[in-house]
């Protein structure tokens, strides 16, 4: 599906409650005077780059471009025929690091609202909830007609968006390969009893630096504040009941 249909696995549905709600954010005092306090940098990155930035969005855009061309090498510094600014290298990295307040300012503020929440992340939260509903026995593995495995393939909004509806998210920027793991388990003791482990795998750039398994960096465990009262220690993983969590999830249909 184009991208603006798409609101299972993206977050650029048109929505005009949501959209409005994101305008309101982003225009608060606090981002007003945020913009206004590095005016000159605005002006400056904005002649450099060609276009105007004089937005949180477009600040945060501008400074996710020169992230992702420094991590390959390529600094505009190196070839711009007018260099009014005298950029450097150096000097570029400090751009970034004062970019980097945008970034932050976007990324731990667009997914707060309970609108924004229910629009962007709730679809495929219910999609989840539901599959594990369905699910008649994962101790039965002779029943080929059972999905074991289920795979979901988006971008870091969808996934800092899923994560800020669960209030688990860090606020730390979305790496690369990011993986949310929802996993699905059955009581021995009591076969009517499922529980719902939730693991966040945000380091798989140690895998690409290394073949050492040392270096290995396994998933995080997510205990989910709204299941708190009902969580369960299970050889060191919290598990949320199925009935908690799906009634957790449902809340944002």
Not at 42 to 52: F, P
Not at 168 to 189: C, D, K, R
């Given at each position: 599906?184009?991208?603006?249909?798409?609101?299972?696995?993206?977050?650029?549905?048109?929505?005009?409650?949501?959209?409005?709600?994101?305008?309101?954010?982003?225009?608060?005092?606090?981002?007003?005077?945020?913009?206004?306090?590095?005016?000159?940098?605005?002006?400056?990155?904005?002649?450099?780059?060609?276009?105007?930035?004089?937005?949180?969005?477009?600040?945060?855009?501008?400074?996710?471009?020169?992230?992702?061309?420094?991590?390959?090498?390529?600094?505009?510094?190196?070839?711009?025929?007018?260099?009014?600014?005298?950029?450097?290298?150096?000097?570029?990295?400090?751009?970034v690091r004062m970019l980097k307040d945008f970034a932050y300012a976007r990324w731990n503020n667009e997914w707060n609202?309970?609108?924004?929440?229910?629009?962007?992340?709730?679809?495929?939260?219910?999609?989840?909830?539901?599959?594990?509903?369905?699910?008649?026995?994962?101790?039965?593995?002779?029943?080929?007609?059972?999905?074991?495995?289920?795979?979901?393939?988006?971008?870091?909004?969808?996934?800092?968006?899923?994560?800020?509806?669960?209030?688990?998210?860090?606020?730390?920027?979305?790496?690369?390969?990011?993986?949310?793991?929802?996993?699905?388990?059955?009581?021995?003791?009591?076969?009517?009893?499922?529980?719902?482990?939730?693991?966040?795998?945000?380091?798989?750039?140690?895998?690409?630096?290394?073949?050492?398994?040392?270096?290995?960096?396994?998933?995080?465990?997510?205990?989910?504040?709204?299941?708190?009262?009902?969580t369960l220690q299970i050889d060191g993983q919290p598990m949320c009941p199925l009935e908690r969590f799906n009634e957790?999830?449902?809340?944002?249909?």
């Amino acid at each position: 599906l184009p991208p603006n249909e798409d609101s299972l696995l993206r977050t650029k549905k048109p929505c005009p409650k949501a959209e409005s709600e994101r305008q309101s954010t982003f225009s608060s005092p606090s981002m007003m005077t945020l913009l206004a306090q590095h005016k000159d940098l605005l002006r400056e990155v904005s002649a450099v780059g060609g276009y105007k930035v004089n937005e949180i969005l477009e600040a945060d855009r501008f400074h996710e471009n020169l992230v992702i061309e420094h991590e390959n090498n390529y600094y505009w510094s190196d070839h711009l025929t007018n260099n009014t600014y005298n950029w450097t290298r150096n000097y570029e990295n400090e751009v970034v690091r004062m970019l980097k307040d945008f970034a932050y300012a976007r990324w731990n503020n667009e997914w707060n609202s309970t609108l924004t929440k229910r629009v962007r992340a709730g679809e495929l939260l219910v999609t989840i909830g539901d599959n594990f509903h369905q699910k008649k026995s994962v101790l039965d593995l002779e029943n080929d007609d059972q999905n074991k495995l289920v795979l979901f393939s988006s971008h870091d909004t969808k996934v800092a968006s899923i994560l800020a509806a669960l209030d688990v998210w860090n606020g730390i920027f979305i790496p690369y390969s990011t993986s949310i793991i929802f996993e699905l388990h059955q009581s021995v003791a009591n076969q009517t009893d499922f529980y719902v482990s939730v693991r966040y795998y945000n380091e798989t750039m140690s895998l690409l630096k290394t073949n050492s398994s040392a270096d290995f960096k396994d998933s995080y465990a997510l205990s989910l504040p709204d299941c708190a009262q009902q969580t369960l220690q299970i050889d060191g993983q919290p598990m949320c009941p199925l009935e908690r969590f799906n009634e957790i999830v449902r809340s944002f249909q």
